[in-house]
Structure formats: structure tokens, C-alpha cells
């Protein structure tokens, strides 16, 4: 009995303790929102200035990618690795080099033919070959908006251009008029170069190397070798063609001597007077004559142009 009445008194005694606090509490009750309303402001505050930068950084690096897509650079942050096994290869030289032999020549703007390639072209020529040229696009510049070029004007002077150099080595030139610096956004590039390969009937396809290129290159010229690669592996493909020699490459496996044309091909960039004059025509031929240097060096030759070549059951569509 005496046991039950005390465990009562007990209960009560916390009961009693329990109301005690709870009073207390109400009274601080005031004092306590006061400090907390405060933190709490500033907590709100803090996530909507979160919010704001988020939104800020978000606009900002959606603008950088959306400008580096705009503009036609790309980059590699450590360029390709030349592909491996490679082996030097000769994609039979006797007939690459002889009367007759067809070639189609794909490129993405005017002067590229000048810049990556003139001497291999006038001796291609001087042995005979028949080159046919495709030029994709005007090279008009219209997508540098920032810096208000004639559109038209630059379309005119640069076919004009390239069809002077073409007159030294190819048989007709073809232009495409796809526009300059938007090429890799045209989705019939790869049936248009198939249809124009199809007409032609080349032993041989020369265009940029889209897989294995160096630290920064034009998506025109990446876009424009994807094309190639793409029509010569659509179904049925194009079956003249027995070998593609890609040009702009890392993966070299191919280098013809070009000594005994090295000179007039340096002297052709100066036909593109609308692009190479006074001190940056001189820069770039010593960067180019610097470059078949280095290629032919490589090859224990004179003078030579680095090209990847691919005998056509071997490409992949990766090129
Ligand atoms: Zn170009």
C-alpha cells in the first residue's frame, strides 16, 4: 500500500515539474522567436541569392558552349593519338601517280586545296592525274556576324580565287554552296558528296582526316572529311573508289615526295589574295614550306605531304 501511494506521489511530483518547464517555456517562448526570426530571414535570403548565382552561372556557361558551337574552331585539349597499329602504307603510288588516274579532291573551303596540299596536287598533275575538285562551301564568312563581312562580295572573290589555282591542276570544280562556318549543321552533306562521287568515278578520294587531327581545327573541315567518310560507306557505297587519302592528319602512313614541286605550290597560296597578304602571306608560307619540311623529314625524304591512307575495305566509320 505504502509503495503505490508513494510511486502516485512521485508521478505527481513530475507531472507537477513537467507543467513547471512547459510555463517557463511559453514565458521564453517571445524572447526565443526573436532570435530565430532573424535566422530564419537570412536563411531565406541565402537561398534565393543561391538561386540568382545558379541561374547566373547556368546563362553564363550556356552561353560559352552555345558561342563555342557558333564559332567554327574545335579543340582537342591533348590532340588524337595516331591510330595503332600504323603501319606505313603505299597506296599503289605507280597509280596514283600516272596518266589517267582519277582523284576527287573534297574540301571544305576555298584555299584549303592551297594551304594543305598544292605541291602533291602539280605533281599529281604533272604525272597525268585527273582532279576533280568539290568545294563545299563559299567560304563567305557571313557567320562572323561581329565583324560585318560582304556575304556576297566574299562568295565572288574567293570562287574567283579558287578556280585561278584549280586551273593548275584540275579538270572542273565544283561548288556546293553550302554555307561557310554552318557546314557540320547540313544534314545531306554526306548524299551530296555520294551523288557527286557517284558522277565522277574516282580511283581515289583526298579529303580532310575528320578522326585523327590535331589540337584545333575548323568544323568545316571536320564536317567536310565526315561527309567523304559517310557517302564512301553508305550503302553501296562508291565502288571505283580503292583508296581515300586523308589529308590534315596525326595519323600519317603516307608521304609523297613533293620536292620538285614545292616551290611553285608555296607560290600558289599567294593566288587567295583575299585571305594570305603582306606579312601573314609570308608567315604562312614559311609555316607551310616549315610543314612539308618536318613531313618529308620524317619520311627520309625531301620534301613530302602527310597523308593518312585507307585502302577502302579498311574504313571504318571512323574513317
Ligand atoms: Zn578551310
Known amino acids: 500500500m505504502r509503495g503505490s501511494r508513494s510511486r502516485l506521489w512521485n508521478a505527481f511530483a513530475a507531472s507537477k515539474r513537467l507543467h513547471e518547464h512547459v510555463a517557463t517555456a511559453e514565458a521564453e517562448l517571445p524572447e526565443v522567436e526573436q532570435e530565430v526570426d532573424p535566422l530564419l530571414e537570412r536563411a531565406k535570403r541565402r537561398r534565393r541569392n543561391l538561386r540568382r548565382r545558379l541561374i547566373a552561372y547556368g546563362t553564363i556557361v550556356g552561353l560559352?558552349?552555345?558561342?563555342?558551337?557558333?564559332?567554327p574552331?574545335?579543340?582537342?585539349f591533348f590532340a588524337d593519338k595516331p591510330p595503332k597499329p600504323n603501319p606505313?602504307?603505299?597506296?599503289?603510288?605507280?597509280?596514283?601517280?600516272?596518266?589517267?588516274?582519277?582523284?576527287?579532291?573534297?574540301?571544305?573551303?576555298?584555299?584549303d586545296s592551297e594551304?594543305?596540299?598544292a605541291p602533291l596536287l602539280l605533281r599529281l598533275k604533272a604525272s597525268g592525274a585527273?582532279?576533280?575538285?568539290?568545294v563545299m562551301t563559299d567560304g563567305d564568312k557571313s557567320f562572323y556576324f561581329w565583324k560585318k563581312e560582304d556575304a556576297a562580295e566574299n562568295r565572288r572573290v574567293r570562287e574567283a580565287e579558287q578556280m585561278e589555282a584549280a586551273s593548275h591542276y584540275a579538270v572542273d570544280v565544283t561548288f556546293l554552296h553550302k554555307p561557310d562556318g554552318r557546314l557540320?549543321?547540313?544534314?545531306?552533306?554526306?548524299?551530296?558528296v555520294h551523288a557527286y562521287l557517284e558522277k565522277v568515278q574516282p580511283d581515289y578520294v583526298?579529303?580532310?582526316?575528320?578522326?585523327?587531327w590535331g589540337k584545333v581545327n575548323h568544323a568545316d573541315h571536320l564536317a567536310s572529311g565526315r561527309a567523304a567518310v559517310n557517302a564512301l560507306r553508305s550503302p553501296g557505297g562508291v565502288p571505283s573508289v580503292k583508296w581515300v587519302?586523308?589529308?590534315?592528319?596525326?595519323?600519317?602512313?603516307?608521304?609523297?615526295?613533293?620536292?620538285n614541286t614545292i616551290d611553285q605550290g608555296i607560290e600558289m597560296l599567294a593566288i587567295h589574295k583575299s585571305q594570305f597578304y603582306g606579312e601573314r602571306l609570308q608567315r604562312i608560307k614559311d609555316g607551310r614550306l616549315d610543314a612539308y619540311y618536318n613531313a618529308g623529314e620524317a619520311a627520309n625524304e625531301g620534301y613530302g605531304v602527310a597523308l593518312r591512307a585507307v585502302r577502302i575495305e579498311k574504313l571504318t566509320a571512323k574513317g
Open 64 to 71: 560559352i558552349v552555345g558561342f563555342y558551337y557558333y564559332q
Open 73 to 76: 574552331q574545335r579543340y582537342h
Open 88 to 111: 606505313r602504307i603505299d597506296p599503289d603510288s605507280a597509280k596514283l601517280f600516272s596518266k589517267g588516274v582519277k582523284i576527287a579532291l573534297i574540301q571544305a573551303h576555298p584555299d
Open 115 to 117: 594551304y594543305f596540299l
Open 130 to 134: 585527273e582532279i576533280h575538285q568539290l
Open 184 to 192: 557540320e549543321y547540313q544534314g545531306d552533306n554526306a548524299d551530296q
Open 206 to 212: 583526298l579529303c580532310f582526316d575528320p578522326t585523327y
Open 245 to 259: 587519302l586523308f589529308f590534315s592528319t596525326v595519323g600519317t602512313n603516307f608521304t609523297p615526295d613533293v620536292s
